[in-house]
Nanobody, 117 residues
Framework: QVQLVESGGGLVQAGGSLRLSCAAS????????MAWYRQTPGKQREFVAR???????NYADSVKGRFTISRDNAKNTVYLQMNSLKPEDTAVYYC???????????WGQGTQVTVSS
């Protein structure tokens, strides 16, 4: 059974930093594509960052240069380091795992990030 548990969200002032963690079980973060998405009320979930099994990394234009995705294979955990946060980064952040063979998507429960101006 795949389980993704996010943590690290909270309230921060604009310009501040947070690091989100996604602890995975039942799926290998090194063997599958892992990603972060975010969602605000009334809007569709949007892509933030992705790291593939081969180590390729992609970011949404809105977070390039400010956010960094990484993984710790030994801890089977994916991280999202968020710097220079802006009020428009306020959202619920979700961890995503895409199983490389079936393409099945798995989601965590989300963690709230609130950036005050």
């Amino acid at each position: 059974q795949v389980q993704l548990v996010e943590s690290g969200g909270g309230l921060v002032q604009a310009g501040g930093s947070l690091r989100l963690s996604c602890a995975a079980s039942g799926i290998s973060v090194s063997f599958n594509t892992m990603a972060w998405y975010r969602q605000t009320p009334g809007k569709q979930r949007e892509f933030v960052a992705r790291i593939s099994s081969g180590g390729s990394i992609n970011y949404a234009d809105s977070v390039k240069g400010r956010f960094t995705i990484s993984r710790d294979n030994a801890k089977n955990t994916v991280y999202l380091q968020m710097n220079s946060l802006k009020p428009e980064d306020t959202a619920v952040y979700y961890c995503n795992a895409r199983y490389r063979y079936s393409g099945a998507d798995y989601w965590g429960q989300g963690t709230q990030v609130t950036v005050s101006s």
